[in-house]
């Protein structure tokens, strides 16, 4: 397989490593890897390398992003400049050769998840709204142990004060910007998605990924909970272990039809 780093934007924070396999036939389907760490500066993409090499195992091409975050050297991140990056980072897709746009798939894990949700959501934003114009559409979304609702995570306290320092102004924050930023809001996406989460998670609450699924089934949505019995936050991310298979099986799902 070959690893390619490439720069979507002028910041030291707007890159992603594009994985393919070595011997490329015809477009791949591509899978966007979103990672997690609550939007922190300390986490980067190297915590889905190992998720990176497992897509392209499969046949099909990675896409691991990094984007802006919030706090020392986090490069400014937060509300919309976070946002704004994954947008870039998904329409950066179409300059790819060898890709095939139509086959789109964003996956994140625990903040990624948010991210990825809400990539799949761009086309429902307002037009004011940071990531509302769309060049590349996402055929399908899958979150492992997502935060999917940041009006709840926010209330109670999921991450700390994680959700508040990504989407607040000084020290205020508006109802405005939580329907541009949380995939709830923006139901129903149009799209499947797959929210895994494990039950032994306790940094995002399960009953997070299992509201989600059924508000997106009250709208109309295409939208699968798959609650994983004895599996916790960090294991979601790690292909060695029993999630990947069902993981994979989802993806291709999605992605070979």
């Keep these: 397989m070959r690893r390619t780093r490439i720069s979507y934007g002028p910041h030291r924070s707007q890159v992603g490593d594009l994985w393919v396999p070595a011997d490329v036939a015809g477009d791949l389907p591509i899978v966007v890897l979103i990672h997690g760490g609550f939007w922190r500066a300390q986490y980067t993409r190297a915590l889905m390398t190992r998720m990176a090499r497992a897509v392209v195992q499969k046949g099909w091409a990675a896409w691991n992003i990094e984007y802006r975050r919030?706090?020392?050297?986090?490069?400014?991140?937060?509300?919309?400049?976070?946002?704004?990056?994954?947008?870039?980072?998904?329409?950066?897709?179409?300059?790819?050769?060898?890709?095939?746009?139509?086959?789109?798939?964003?996956?994140?894990?625990?903040?990624?998840?948010?991210?990825?949700?809400?990539?799949?959501?761009?086309?429902?934003?307002?037009?004011?709204?940071?990531?509302?114009?769309?060049?590349?559409?996402?055929?399908?979304?899958?979150?492992?142990?997502?935060?999917?609702?940041?009006?709840?995570?926010?209330?109670?306290?999921?991450?700390?004060?994680?959700?508040?320092?990504?989407?607040?102004?000084?020290?205020?924050?508006?109802?405005?910007r939580l329907c541009k930023a949380s995939p709830v809001a923006l139901l129903p996406l149009g799209v499947p998605q797959t929210l895994f989460h494990g039950l032994r998670d306790t940094v995002v609450p399960p009953s997070m990924s299992e509201r989600y699924v059924a508000r997106a089934r009250e709208t109309g949505d295409d939208a699968l909970y798959v609650p994983l019995p004895g599996i916790g936050h960090r294991e979601m991310i790690d292909p060695r272990g029993t999630v990947w298979d069902a993981v994979a099986a989802h993806l291709g799902a999605v992605l070979v039809d």
């Excluded at 490069?75 to 980072?89: K, L, Y």
């Excluded at 037009?127 to 492992?144: C, E, I, Y």
């Design 70 to 176: 919030i706090g020392f050297l986090g490069g400014d991140g937060g509300w919309p400049q976070t946002f704004e990056d994954v947008a870039a980072a998904v329409d950066h897709i179409a300059s790819f050769p060898g890709i095939d746009v139509d086959r789109v798939v964003t996956c994140g894990h625990s903040a990624g998840g948010t991210l990825a949700l809400w990539a799949a959501g761009r086309h429902r934003l307002p037009d004011d709204a940071p990531g509302s114009s769309v060049t590349v559409a996402v055929r399908g979304a899958l979150s492992l142990s997502g935060i999917s609702d940041l009006a709840a995570a926010l209330a109670s306290g999921v991450g700390g004060d994680a959700v508040g320092r990504l989407l607040l102004t000084g020290r205020c924050s508006t109802p405005e």
